[in-house]
T-cell receptor, first 117, second 115 residues
């Protein structure tokens, strides 16, 4: 069965600190996709990144970076020099790339990040 | 480009009452999803439409939940009768093709409280 675990329920940091959000997943498939979504107080989930299981290159986008390690089944998300606007709930999600599956995401429980000024 | 629209934003009902939620996806998006997000948990897929056909409703409690997507555009999710455990945020999402694994665009959700 597929499962996504975000062990950190809440994290609180002071602005400009770096923060890493952990994500561990389980799947029997060899082909799958991993996602991170951000949910601000307004409620809508906002897509941040998608990686497929064959691409283990780390990715950097501005202050955001992602570390994908298949050996440990982890897909961690780091925010460098955090800002108050980064305060939100962050979800890691898994989707299997099997035929017919086009959008069923298995979400983790979410990590609430609070960035204090 | 307009986002995914949902209404109402909030709804409070008594248990055993009926309730309906509406979703208008991004124009041209073929695939529409309804997710249920219980407080403190990640969203869980209830049903997925491809145009006006159902792709996956394996986690939809069909004895009380129903959904339709007439003409392959707007969608309505209904609960009848509601139970206390249905209190949650109901999120609608859409994607362009429904082919492969795409990113989803989410609406702001409808927060349901069942008393």
């Amino acid at each position: 069965a597929q499962k996504v675990t975000q062990a950190q329920t809440e994290i609180s940091v002071v602005e400009k600190e770096d923060v890493t959000l952990d994500c561990v997943y389980e799947t029997r498939d060899t082909t799958y996709y991993l996602f991170w979504y951000k949910q601000p107080p307004s409620g809508e989930l906002v897509f941040l990144i998608r990686r497929n299981s064959f691409d283990e290159q780390n990715e950097i986008s501005g202050r955001y970076s992602w570390n994908f390690q298949k050996s440990t089944s982890s897909f961690n998300f780091t925010i460098t020099a955090s800002q108050v606007v980064d305060s939100a709930v962050y979800f890691c999600a898994l989707s299997e790339a099997r035929r017919g599956n086009t959008g069923k995401l298995i979400f983790g429980q979410g990590t609430t990040l609070q960035v204090k000024p | 480009e307009a986002g995914v629209a949902q209404s109402p934003r909030y709804k409070i009902i008594e248990k055993r009452q009926s309730v309906a939620f509406w979703c208008n996806p991004i124009s041209g998006h073929a695939t529409l999803y309804w997710y249920q997000q219980i407080l403190g948990q990640g969203p869980k897929l209830l049903i997925q439409f491809q145009n006006n056909g159902v792709v996956d409703d394996s986690q939809l409690p069909k004895d009380r939940f129903s959904a339709e997507r007439l003409k392959g555009v707007d969608s309505t999710l209904k609960i009848q009768p509601a139970k206390l455990e249905d209190s949650a945020v109901y999120l609608c999402a859409s994607s362009r093709w429904g082919q492969g694994v795409e990113k989803l665009f989410f609406g702001s959700g409808t927060q349901l409280s069942v008393l």
